[in-house]
Nanobody, 126 residues
Framework: QVQLVESGGGLVQAGGSLRLSCVASGRTFSSYAMGWFRQVPGKEREFVAG???????NYADSVKGRFTIFRDNAKNTLYLHMNSLKAEDSAVYYCAADRAVPAAFAVTDLNDYDYWGQGTQVTVSS
């Protein structure tokens, strides 16, 4: 079992920046594909960014050029740097881990992920 704990959410103005963190338990973090998703209450959870165990990345079109996903395997931590934030970025952000995926894949399908964090709220004001 893997536990994931997100942090770093908060209230920011449009155009601002925020960094989210996700700390994973266990000793096999480096082998996981990791991802960030976001969800507004009443709507489906959507893919934001993913990173494979060999650092291949993938981003939703809506965040390309603004968000950066990266991982620090020595710290068992996944990050999401968010720049030029927009009101439509407001959501609860979740990190997720997939322990059974080929190394090259940055997984985008939420149904493929095995473990999820509790989420952290990001609110972007005008």
């Amino acid at each position: 079992q893997v536990q994931l704990v997100e942090s770093g959410g908060g209230l920011v103005q449009a155009g601002g920046s925020l960094r989210l963190s996700c700390v994973a338990s266990g000793r096999t973090f480096s082998s996981y594909a990791m991802g960030w998703f976001r969800q507004v209450p009443g709507k489906e959870r959507e893919f934001v960014a993913g990173i494979s165990s060999i650092y291949n990345t993938n981003y939703a079109d809506s965040v390309k050029g603004r968000f950066t996903i990266f991982r620090d395997n020595a710290k068992n931590t996944l990050y999401l740097h968010m720049n030029s934030l927009k009101a439509e970025d407001s959501a609860v952000y979740y990190c997720a881990a997939d322990r059974a995926v080929p190394a090259a894949f940055a997984v985008t399908d939420l149904n493929d992920y095995d473990y999820w964090g509790q989420g952290t709220q990001v609110t972007v004001s005008s």
